[in-house]
């Protein structure tokens, strides 16, 4: 692996990681490595790839100069979201491949198509 910002870079992951209150494998698990691996750059016996660099700055939101470089704050502003966005933003980083298609199939209805789903959806919640 690639080195990336010197030994202070181990530094920065630990303080990170602290900082969002994860254990090594929760914070392994959103960028696809495991616990071991996150203790074995925290120990600088492995250095990080430029895709985790770029996982761990969309993950979590974090300044890509501070975490190679150590410059800026820890965190980018975080951008206002409405409720919509939250949601559509947690759909995507789930493994629901369902709902992702029919949302995708549903995108691509012409409009008599989404009428009838409408009509179902609304039907279906009045019934709860």
């Known amino acids: 692996m690639k080195k990336k910002g010197g030994g202070k870079l181990k530094n920065r992951i630990k303080e990170l990681r602290k900082t969002l209150n994860l254990t090594q494998n929760d914070f392994g698990k959103e960028i696809g490595i495991t616990g071991a691996t996150v203790s074995d750059i925290e120990r600088g016996k492995l250095s990080l790839t430029d895709r985790n660099v770029s996982l761990i700055c969309e993950k979590y939101n974090v300044n890509k100069d501070w975490i190679l470089y150590g410059n800026g704050e820890m965190f980018l502003p975080e951008l ?6 939250k949601i559509l933003a947690e759909i995507d980083c789930s493994d629901d ?3 992702k298609q029919f949302l995708r199939t549903y995108w691509e209805l ?7 789903i409408q009509n179902f959806a609304q039907s279906l919640a009045q019934k709860k």
């Open 80 to 85: 206002p979201e409405d409720e919509f966005t």
């Open 110 to 116: 012409d409009e008599d198509g989404k009428k009838v």
């Open 97 to 99: 491949e369902f709902i």
